[in-house]
C-alpha cells in the first residue's frame, strides 16, 4: 500500500490529474473520486480561461486539488492502518490497531466520522 502525492501538480502549461498526480492506497476507496475531482477543477480553470481570457483558477489548480487531496490521502492512511496487518509490527502496534478499529466500532462519533469521510460529506 502506497501513497504519493507530486508538488506541485502543474508546470506551465503542463497540469497532472489523477494517479499521475497522487496515489492512495485502495482501502480509502477515493482514487476516483480524487481523479474526478481535479478533472473537474481543470474544466473549470479551462473554462475560465477561454471564457474570460483568465487563468486564475488555472494558476491555483494545486492549491486548490491540495484541499480534498490531503484530507482523502490521509483518510486512506487511517483505514489502510487500522484495516490491515503488517509483518513488521510489535506486540505493541497490533494492539493500538485492535483498539482503534474496536474504539471505532463502539464510539458513535468514530463511526460518524469514518462514515463522513468515506463518502465525502464535508
Known amino acids: 500500500m502506497r501513497s504519493f502525492v507530486s508538488t506541485p501538480m502543474q508546470a506551465g ?3 497532472l490529474a489523477g494517479d499521475a498526480a ?3 492506497p485502495p482501502t ?3 482514487g476516483l473520486n480524487l481523479a474526478v475531482s481535479d478533472v473537474n477543477l ?7 480561461f477561454y471564457q ?3 487563468s486564475e483558477r488555472l ?3 494545486t492549491q486548490d486539488a491540495f484541499k480534498r487531496i490531503w484530507r482523502d490521502e490521509y483518510f486512506s492512511w487511517w483505514m489502510t492502518s487500522m484495516l490491515h496487518t503488517f509483518a513488521d509490527a510489535s506486540s505493541f502496534q497490533r494492539e493500538v490497531q485492535r483498539a482503534e478499529l474496536e474504539n471505532v466500532v463502539a464510539s458513535r462519533a468514530m463511526a460518524t466520522a469514518l462514515a463522513e469521510n468515506y463518502v465525502g460529506s464535508f
Open 13 to 15: 502549461r503542463l497540469y
Open 42 to 48: 481543470l474544466a473549470r480553470g479551462i473554462e475560465q
Open 59 to 61: 494558476e491555483r489548480y
Open 28 to 30: 480509502g476507496a477515493k
Open 22 to 24: 497522487h496515489i492512495v
Open 52 to 54: 474570460r481570457g483568465t
